[in-house]
């Protein structure tokens, strides 16, 4: 078992820490409150720090990074002149191995093609005292339940899905690599004190209803930026009913509605959770401090005391839900699908069905579905979709091979792919005949946005918990209900599916010959990092430069970016992600999704000083080359998604300056100030309407930036008209020095001299 002296130490001090919070605060505390004010990087605070305003320091047990994003997190730590990690830290290989094939398959493709990448992470992780999870041991976040997450802790993680650890009671959130930089270096990680959410959940999961569905309609309720900078905290009779594995599903999908993290409070099934994964250790530990490892009784009694917004929902109502397509946080029950998709014009008939991923893998996801794939042999049903399954981990994985359920899925055609994230991040080599025709897949996966799973953006993709997925690949129709829908079988009789059934944990235990993990060398600061000069996959860094001071004048607009822009549209995943070692590579991805508000066309911009037209990241290296900086304007919540730090660094590397626009997503705005980007939102957001393609920009005041203080900036047009707006940042006086330094990895590094 790993970290149980840290786990130990951390109990040990929380009681203190708690009981000094509650003594400055004078008040009860919400459970996430608790594990926020016992983690403070210095327990010596006098006063309330103000939800939303206040920035403060924190000290996080530990560090997880997927194999994407450790890439360039890794780079930057090698120039932060550290010569070993501060917290326990892992990196885990799941997201480079592409889905075509089958497991077996597309792992030994992976190995190979790969190899470079891997050998880089295994020497680095190596070097600096990082565990290491080989490709194939598992998704990250599945890996992290089963291994690493404990009540009461706190952890981040270089993807928005760390948040999977909610369900085991932890803060877990997701940063970019140079906010894990931090930690790794033994630096204070800064975060805007969080907003609450309370969602009470009352009455008991029945029928079709699941754990995915409870996230699937909160999603609906409070849009993909209603958790922007909360903690979604869940609480009441229904919570203690779920499964752990089944939190981590709702807490998992928060990342869709941009909370910071999602929680749980410590209880039974939890502690069931930990018995069987082998952390009894834990459990009973925990058991001894349980008071403090859920809110206070006063909360629970008058919640809306305690958060800034309550949500109640009845489990014993609630509908199973399809959201999409294209955006996670469309909700549909399954009753109304078969109108919204006729009033829509939605493609009903579903070429692929697909479960698993990092948030629906569970031995508990898996044995339900297994129970309705069951259900179609028995009662000679042709399933009429295609339908592959991917395991949460390799323990996961055996413990389901060896209890029968794979074979199950077999015999009615599914494939099992390698225990990777895959198609849920783009990393499919999808097989179709007319990828130009509309098209309608079902996941049990988070994302949904266009272009997301397969790159194509006539695919579209709905979101669903694995049993009503798996339903729906026998039916192989989206107006299909399996609550009062009959099927025809082989036999041309009417038959109907039975509501699921599952375990949430295996009856005779999890079982594993390999996990997958490789512990770091005890003599690893003299061995050296694999990095060819030749490689096209890994590129060492260079430092940006640093700020000198000075306004910046006559910026050129790059790109005015019309509706959604995620960090898919900023920084492409899929085929891109072989590139996510080399910064000058992948920068070739840039913006290359966005939809150019004057042409409504992608990946195609007007130079400013050719007059010519062309693709974003070559307009954008052109007025590099010529020592012209430019900026980048666009809509709320730009840079929804995921964590990826490339949507930050890729400008940066390419000259842009400036990122202007009506909203932030939380994590990307955090990632655009650690690259020493400047990160601004209109005033007034009518002024977006007022950007031309022709404009360029020159600050007025930013020399004198300065917290909370708005920034103006002088907007000429071409007709030679010129106006001036206001913009609002969210800088403090750390976060500026940052922009001063150039980044804020610049920063440690002169600290370390």
Same mark, same amino acid.
């Given at each position: 078992?790993?970290?149980?002296?840290?786990?130990?130490?951390?109990?040990?001090?929380? @009681?203190?820490?708690?009981?000094?919070?509650?003594?400055?605060?004078?008040?009860?505390?919400?459970?996430?409150?608790?594990? +926020?004010?016992?983690?403070?990087?210095?327990?010596?605070?006098?006063?309330?720090?103000?939800?939303?305003?206040? &920035?403060?320091?924190?000290?996080?047990?530990?560090?997880?990074?997927?194999?994407?994003?450790?890439?360039?997190? $890794?780079?930057?730590?090698?120039?932060?002149?550290?010569?070993?990690?501060?917290?326990?830290?892992?990196?885990?290989?799941?997201?480079?191995?592409?889905?075509?094939?089958?497991?077996?398959?597309?792992?030994?493709?992976?190995?190979?093609?790969?190899?470079?990448?891997?050998?880089?992470?295994?020497?680095?992780?190596?070097?600096?005292?990082?565990?290491?999870?080989?490709?194939?041991?598992?998704?990250?976040?599945?890996?992290?339940?089963?291994?690493?997450?404990?009540?009461?802790?706190?952890?981040?993680?270089?993807?928005?899905?760390?948040?999977?650890?909610?369900?085991? =009671?932890?803060? %877990?959130?997701?940063? *970019?690599? %140079?906010?894990?930089?931090?930690?790794?270096?033994?630096?204070?990680?800064?975060?805007?004190?969080?907003?609450?959410?309370?969602?009470?959940?009352?009455?008991?999961?029945?029928?079709?209803?699941?754990?995915?569905?409870?996230?699937?309609?909160?999603?609906? $309720?409070?849009?993909?930026? *209603?958790?922007?900078?909360?903690?979604?905290?869940?609480?009441?009779?229904?919570?203690?009913?779920?499964?752990?594995?089944?939190?981590?599903?709702?807490?998992?999908?928060?990342?869709?509605?941009?909370?910071?993290?999602?929680?749980?409070? &410590?209880?039974?099934?939890?502690?069931?959770? +930990?018995?069987?994964?082998?952390?009894?250790?834990?459990?009973?530990?925990?058991?001894?401090?349980?008071?403090?490892?859920?809110?206070?009784?006063?909360?629970?009694?008058?919640?809306?005391?305690?958060?800034?917004?309550?949500?109640?929902?009845?489990?014993?109502?609630?509908?199973?839900?399809?959201?999409?397509?294209?955006?996670?946080?469309?909700?549909?029950?399954?009753?109304?699908? %078969?109108?919204?998709?006729?009033?829509?014009?939605?493609?009903?008939?579903?070429?692929?069905? $697909?479960?698993? !991923?990092?948030?629906?893998?569970?031995?508990?996801?898996?044995?339900?579905?297994?129970?309705?794939?069951?259900?179609?042999?028995?009662?000679?049903?042709?399933?009429?979709?295609?339908?592959?399954?991917?395991? =949460?981990?390799?323990?996961?994985?055996?413990?389901?091979?060896?209890?029968?359920?794979?074979?199950?899925?077999?015999?009615?055609?599914?494939?099992?792919?390698?225990?990777?994230?895959?198609?849920?991040? *783009?990393?499919?080599?999808?097989?179709?005949?007319?990828?130009?025709?509309?098209?309608?897949?079902?996941?049990?996966?988070?994302?949904?946005?266009?272009?997301?799973?397969?790159?194509?953006?006539?695919?579209?993709?709905?979101?669903?918990?694995?049993?009503?997925?798996?339903?729906?690949?026998?039916?192989?129709?989206?107006?299909?209900?399996? +609550?009062?829908?009959?099927?025809?079988?082989?036999?041309?009789?009417?038959?109907?599916?039975?509501?699921?059934?599952?375990?949430?944990?295996?009856?005779?235990?999890?079982?594993?010959?390999?996990?997958? &993990?490789? %512990?770091?060398?005890?003599?690893?600061?003299?061995?050296?990092?694999?990095?060819?000069?030749?490689?096209?996959?890994?590129?060492?860094?260079?430092?940006?430069?640093?700020?000198?001071?000075?306004?910046?004048?006559?910026?050129?607009?790059?790109?005015?970016?019309?509706?959604?822009?995620?960090?898919?549209?900023?920084?492409?995943?899929?085929?891109?992600?072989?590139?996510?070692?080399?910064?000058?590579?992948? !920068?070739?991805?840039?913006?290359?999704?966005?939809?150019?508000?004057?042409?409504?066309?992608?990946?195609?911009?007007?130079?400013?000083?050719?007059?010519?037209?062309?693709?974003?990241?070559?307009?954008?290296?052109?007025?590099?080359?010529?020592?012209?900086?430019?900026?980048?304007?666009?809509?709320?919540?730009?840079?929804?998604?995921?964590?990826?730090?490339?949507?930050?660094?890729?400008?940066?590397?390419?000259?842009?300056?400036?990122?202007?626009?009506?909203?932030?997503?939380?994590?990307?705005?955090?990632?655009?100030?650690?690259?020493?980007?400047?990160?601004?939102?209109?005033?007034?957001?009518?002024? &977006?309407?007022?950007? +031309?393609?022709?404009?360029?920009?020159?600050?007025?005041?930013?020399?004198?930036?300065?917290?909370?203080?708005?920034?103006?900036?002088?907007?000429?047009?071409?007709? @030679?008209?010129?106006?001036?707006?206001?913009?609002?940042?969210?800088?403090?006086?750390?976060?500026? @020095?940052?922009?001063?330094?150039?980044?804020?990895?610049?920063?440690?590094?002169?600290?370390?001299?």
């Amino acid at each position: 078992m790993f970290d149980f002296d840290l786990i130990k130490d951390l109990y040990e001090n929380l @009681s203190e820490r708690v009981d000094f919070a509650k003594s400055i605060l004078k008040r009860p505390l919400t459970y996430s409150e608790k594990i +926020l004010y016992s983690h403070l990087f210095e327990n010596n605070f006098d006063s309330e720090y103000i939800r939303s305003k206040s &920035y403060v320091e924190f000290s996080p047990d530990r560090v997880a990074m997927q194999d994407a994003t450790a890439q360039m997190a $890794l780079l930057q730590f090698m120039m932060a002149g550290k010569s070993k990690v501060a917290k326990p830290t892992t990196v885990h290989c799941d997201h480079l191995i592409q889905a075509k094939v089958d497991a077996k398959k597309d792992l030994s493709v992976a190995l190979d093609s790969n190899g470079e990448v891997y050998d880089f992470l295994e020497s680095v992780s190596n070097k600096y005292g990082i565990g290491f999870w080989k490709p194939g041991a598992g998704i990250i976040h599945q890996v992290i339940l089963e291994n690493y997450a404990f009540p009461g802790g706190m952890m981040i993680g270089t993807d928005s899905h760390t948040v999977n650890a909610g369900g085991l =009671g932890m803060v %877990a959130i997701g940063v *970019g690599g %140079a906010d894990a930089v931090d930690v790794m270096a033994g630096m204070p990680w800064e975060l805007l004190f969080p907003k609450l959410i309370g969602i009470k959940l009352i009455g008991e999961l029945n029928g079709w209803a699941s754990s995915k569905d409870i996230i699937l309609k909160v999603a609906g $309720l409070l849009s993909v930026k *209603g958790g922007t900078g909360a903690i979604v905290e869940y609480f009441g009779p229904g919570a203690k009913r779920l499964s752990c594995t089944g939190k981590g599903t709702i807490c998992n999908m928060g990342a869709e509605i941009g909370a910071t993290t999602s929680i749980f409070e &410590y209880d039974e099934n939890m502690a069931k959770y +930990l018995h069987s994964t082998g952390r009894s250790q834990v459990a009973e530990l925990a058991d001894k401090f349980k008071t403090y490892l859920q809110a206070d009784n006063e909360v629970y009694a008058d919640p809306e005391l305690f958060f800034d917004q309550v949500i109640e929902i009845d489990l014993s109502e609630l509908e199973p839900h399809l959201n999409g397509p294209f955006t996670p946080d469309k909700a549909t029950p399954i009753s109304e699908m %078969a109108n919204e998709a006729k009033k829509n014009d939605w493609p009903t008939k579903i070429e692929v069905s $697909l479960i698993g !991923s990092c948030t629906n893998s569970s031995y508990e996801d898996i044995s339900r579905s297994a129970s309705i794939a069951k259900q179609a042999i028995d009662k000679n049903l042709i399933v009429k979709s295609d339908f592959t399954i991917t395991p =949460g981990s390799e323990q996961v994985r055996y413990t389901v091979n060896r209890d029968g359920l794979l074979e199950v899925f077999e015999k009615i055609g599914g494939i099992v792919l390698a225990n990777a994230c895959g198609p849920c991040i *783009g990393q499919w080599d999808r097989h179709t005949n007319d990828p130009d025709k509309k098209n309608t897949i079902v996941t049990s996966f988070n994302r949904n946005f266009a272009k997301r799973n397969d790159g194509n953006p006539n695919t579209y993709a709905f979101v669903g918990s694995p049993e009503l997925v798996t339903a729906l690949a026998i039916a192989g129709d989206l107006s299909f209900n399996p +609550l009062k829908d009959v099927l025809i079988n082989e036999n041309s009789e009417k038959v109907m599916l039975d509501p699921p059934a599952g375990s949430d944990l295996p009856v005779n235990g999890f079982e594993v010959e390999d996990l997958g &993990y490789k %512990a770091p060398g005890v003599n690893g600061r003299s061995s050296d990092v694999i990095v060819s000069p030749e490689s096209k996959r890994i590129q060492l860094l260079t430092p940006f430069p640093e700020w000198k001071g000075e306004n910046l004048t006559d910026l050129k607009l790059l790109i005015k970016a019309k509706g959604k822009c995620t960090t898919d549209h900023i920084s492409m995943a899929g085929p891109w992600l072989k590139f996510r070692g080399h910064l000058d590579n992948i !920068s070739d991805n840039m913006l290359t999704g966005a939809v150019n508000y004057f042409n409504d066309k992608s990946n195609l911009v007007k130079n400013q000083l050719t007059g010519e037209y062309g693709p974003v990241p070559n307009v954008q290296r052109h007025y590099k080359k010529n020592n012209v900086m430019s900026i980048v304007v666009g809509g709320e919540n730009y840079g929804e998604g995921s964590s990826r730090e490339h949507a930050a660094m890729e400008p940066r590397h390419l000259g842009v300056r400036v990122i202007l626009v009506k909203s932030f997503a939380r994590i990307h705005e955090t990632n655009l100030k650690k690259q020493g980007m400047l990160a601004l939102t209109f005033s007034d957001p009518l002024d &977006y309407d007022n950007i +031309l393609e022709d404009d360029s920009f020159s600050f007025i005041d930013l020399d004198k930036i300065s917290p909370g203080k708005k920034i103006s900036i002088e907007i000429n047009h071409r007709n @030679s008209n010129t106006e001036i707006i206001h913009c609002n940042h969210t800088y403090n006086n750390t976060q500026i @020095s940052w922009f001063r330094a150039g980044s804020a990895l610049n920063m440690i590094r002169e600290n370390e001299k």
